[in-house]
Each structure stands twice: as structure tokens, then as C-alpha cells.
């Protein structure tokens, strides 16, 4: 019987649950806040967006920032967001999307595959399926070293790694 080569997967995924609860969080901390009094600031999430909007563009910023510190309470990668521009809402608001990015672009994935490449790593070799890279290799030792590697590097969006196989 052949036995399978060790694999693991590598992903890029968002708790979009935990996305919510940062949401939740800073709606409130926006209500209850005497410096946002008046300003009429939001924060809804959308389908893969988030959608920011204030009186000005300083609470704008300042909405942003309770959003961000809310995310990493939560764990939530902030390299999983995307700000669009500033631009102006009705009545003279500022409003500002952001792009929640989850799963490896083919861009990534292109980087993601040369950087393993680049380790020189005996036997280990790498594929793109789907939004996510299967990592393969002959040796378990050889699959940790990939995952120090990778963790270790800044790719620019966040990394999991799943589904680890002898």
C-alpha cells in the first residue's frame, strides 16, 4: 500500500461572524460616544463590504479607527480589509467602503507557489485549488518548515493553515 504524501492546506479566511460582533461593538461605542453627539455615524455590513459613513470625514476616520480596535479584539486580520476612498455622501457626509477579502486571489496564489518554490525544500511542492494552495511534500519536517516560512513572510492578506495530513 502506497501511503499518501503529507499535505496541508493554505487559506484565507475571514470570521465573518466575529466581523458582526466588531460591527456591533463599534455601532454602539459611535452611539454612546460624546466627540460622535449629532454626527449620525454608521457602519453596516454588506456582502464582502463594509460600508462607513459620518458627518465629516475627521468622524469618518475616527468611526474607522473604533472599527479597526474592535477587529483586533476580535482577532480579525486587518490585512482582510481593503479601504476604498473617502467620498462624499448625501448632504454633504463622508462615506467610505472597505472590501473584506477572503480566499487567495490567483495573484496571491502565484506569489504564495514562487515563494514555496524559493525555499528549495526537498519534495515539497505547491498547487492552487480553488481560492486556496495545497501544500505537499515528502517529509512532515520539510511541510513545518513551509508553514514557518510563510508565516514569517507578509503576503499582504491574512494566512490559515488547514487540514494537515501525515
Known amino acids: 500500500m502506497v501511503s499518501a504524501m503529507p499535505t496541508f492546506d493554505v487559506v484565507s479566511e475571514v470570521d465573518l461572524q466575529e466581523v458582526r460582533n466588531a460591527v456591533d461593538q463599534a455601532s454602539r461605542e459611535a452611539v454612546t460616544r460624546f466627540d460622535f453627539k449629532g454626527t449620525d455615524s454608521t457602519i453596516e455590513l454588506g456582502t464582502g463590504e463594509l460600508v462607513l ?67 528549495n525544500l526537498k519534495g515539497v511542492s505547491s498547487q492552487a485549488q480553488g481560492d486556496q494552495l495545497r501544500v505537499s511534500g515528502k517529509k512532515r519536517d520539510d511541510l513545518q518548515a513551509a508553514i514557518a516560512a510563510l508565516k514569517a513572510e507578509d503576503f499582504g492578506i491574512p494566512l490559515q493553515f488547514t487540514n494537515f495530513r501525515d
Open 53 to 119: 459613513e459620518s458627518s465629516t470625514e475627521d468622524r469618518l476616520r475616527a468611526l474607522h479607527q473604533v472599527l479597526e480596535e474592535k477587529l483586533v479584539k476580535r482577532e480579525v486580520s486587518l490585512k482582510a480589509l481593503e479601504d476604498g476612498k473617502v467620498e462624499e455622501a448625501s448632504k454633504g457626509r463622508a462615506r467610505q467602503r472597505i472590501a473584506i477579502n477572503a480566499g487567495i486571489s490567483s495573484e496571491h496564489a502565484k506569489r504564495l507557489n514562487r515563494f514555496i518554490k524559493e525555499l
